[in-house]
């Protein structure tokens, strides 16, 4: 029996009892949420600006930072807003490393680096590929593509004709790209970008199946402004 003067609780204090004994609970949750949303997000690049380009490096050592943001900078200046979001971005993948060295750690990153770069082929990443050792990566991935843009026969594990060498580039070899500093061995060490790149090469790669680069078209037009420019590499001296 309910006492004298008792009086039931309305809709809306039952609200404000539910939210003073919930409210960490539906607080949390919500942070809990939001962390998962930005991690899935960012795993799948939701949150990421999409690249116009992207251009894969491939060498035994890693290109400084300050090389890296000048390529990124020259090339968005050739090419344009692909995607059509308002931005030109271009993204370096640097894929550095040499697994045929003795050296455990060597090893290691040289491995590692080579499953990113799988991995970058296999979603179509990159359009663009600079190495440094063009024979070594074509016998490797036979993902160079003809001056046609068509994929090497079976039996072509050649990188002749499907490479520009940077210094024989003049839409390269002119551009403004200053100079890296980097720290080795506790000392200050700076350089000219141009000189670094000077050796070398470029490529288009080609694709086997019907997936292909985000921007395509824009990519491979971009791909024979730099052909137009320069010449197809058929020095035996430098690529093989």
């Known amino acids: ?127 663009l590929f600079l190495m440094d050792d063009p024979k070594r990566f074509q016998r490797g991935q036979q993902l160079l593509a003809a001056p046609d843009g068509s994929c090497p026969d079976k039996a072509d594990y050649s990188a002749d004709d499907k490479v520009l060498l940077w210094s024989d580039c003049p839409a390269l070899s002119g551009l403004e790209l200053g100079a890296y500093s980097i720290s080795l061995f506790g000392e200050n060490m700076t350089g000219s970008n141009q000189e670094l790149l000077s050796e070398l090469y470029i490529g288009r790669r080609c694709f086997y199946t019907d997936a292909v680069t985000d921007n395509v078209e824009q990519c491979s037009a971009l791909w024979d402004t730099l052909a137009d420019s320069g010449k197809l590499s058929r020095d035996d001296r430098s690529v093989f």
């Open 1 to 127: 029996m309910r006492s004298e003067g008792y009086t039931k609780p309305g809709k809306s204090e039952k609200r404000k009892n539910w939210w003073y004994y919930h409210k960490w609970y539906v607080i949390c949750g919500a942070v809990l949420i939001g962390i998962a949303c930005e991690l899935i997000g960012n795993a799948l690049g939701l949150w990421r600006p999409s690249p116009d380009i992207q251009i894969a490096y491939v060498g035994e050592t890693p290109l400084p930072q300050d090389t890296v943001a000048a390529l990124e900078k020259a090339f968005a200046s050739m090419g344009g807003d692909f995607n059509g979001d308002g931005k030109i971005i271009v993204k370096i993948n640097q894929y550095a490393g040499n697994s045929q060295s003795a050296d455990p750690d060597a090893v290691y990153y040289g491995t590692a680096s080579e499953i990113a770069l799988i991995g970058d082929i296999s979603d179509c990443e990159s359009y």
